[in-house]
């Protein structure tokens, strides 16, 4: 598993080289893309496509090579295979077949994102790509609408603007997000901005809507998120209740939504009281 440049044909790593110097076969995404790289570095190795449509028939000659003695190196388009990428159904039925599957790391969109976007903190969460029809979009939006961490998105150029509009319409303007585009490569630019302002600054030039995308949704507000987590709790603790003992609901509901017993127990007396109150 070969990572490759995502755009700077000169951060490819040593290893990758060598590695690609030496196999028997190189199985890429894109033949004639993966050419031009194995040219600009002498390598004259024997290409075949492997993309997301032949991937499991490619996984059985890929299997026989291996099994014959042969070694094969995978690559995609850009960065790490298997991310975001075709990959996973072969390296499944590789290792499945009992042969190694060896990792070659090497450059990646969304660690060079999150690296220069100057965000604190240890945890994000990494999404790919969006549905491409807006309403399965704004679900999926939705469902990262609160979460007290970035989020990251891969987006293509021609959806860039509808994904900047959905995630307005379901976020509001003020949330903030990164726009990272065209990494390693000649035009690449990283923009901080509101998403109000986003839309505003795809629209000004539209230079700026060319090229790969990596969105970057940062952290929902601590308000925001505290609310959020306040309501799953109400909602997991009411559903407990139909069928549990108040002092059982509220303890199964504070390990299920990590919100504080002593405080799912207050409420779970105060709506139970509030059940057995007669209509006013």
């Not at 690609?20 to 790289?37: I, K, N």
């Not at 499944?92 to 969109?109: H, K, L």
């Not at 961490?149 to 509009?165: G, M, S």
Request: charged share 25%; net charge neutral.
């Amino acid at each position: 598993m070969v990572a490759t440049p995502i755009g700077n044909l000169g951060d490819v790593t040593l290893r990758a080289l060598d590695v690609l110097r030496s196999v028997s076969v190189v199985a890429a995404e894109d033949t004639r893309h993966t050419r031009h790289l194995l040219d600009h570095y002498g390598i004259g190795a024997k290409l075949v496509a492997v993309h997301e449509h032949n991937e499991r028939a490619a996984a059985e000659k890929v299997i026989a090579w291996l099994r014959a003695g042969q070694s094969v190196a995978l690559v995609t388009d850009a960065g790490t295979p298997a991310i975001s990428d075709p990959g996973a159904v072969l390296v499944r039925d590789v290792r499945a077949a009992g042969c190694p599957v060896v990792p070659i790391p090497g450059p990646s969109a969304v660690v060079a994102a999150l690296s220069a976007a100057g965000i604190a903190g240890t945890a994000f969460l990494f999404r790919g790509f969006l549905p491409v029809k807006s309403e399965a979009r704004r679900a999926a939006i939705e469902a990262h609408a609160h979460l007290d961490l970035p989020v990251l998105f891969y987006e293509a150029p021609h959806r860039v603007k509808e994904t900047t509009a959905d995630l307005a319409a379901v976020l509001g303007l003020a949330r903030r997000i990164t726009l990272a585009r065209e990494l390693t490569k000649v035009f690449e630019s990283i923009h901080e901005c509101t998403l109000g302002e986003a839309m505003l600054w795809l629209e000004i030039d539209a230079n700026r809507a060319r090229g790969e995308f990596v969105l970057i949704l940062h952290a929902a507000p601590q308000g925001d998120a505290d609310q959020a987590q306040a309501r799953e709790s109400l909602r997991v603790l009411e559903v407990l209740m139909r069928e549990l003992p108040v002092s059982q609901a509220a303890k199964l509901a504070a390990q299920i939504t990590g919100a504080r017993r002593n405080d799912l127990y207050e409420t779970a007396l105060r709506l139970k009281q509030e059940a057995r109150s007669p209509e006013t």
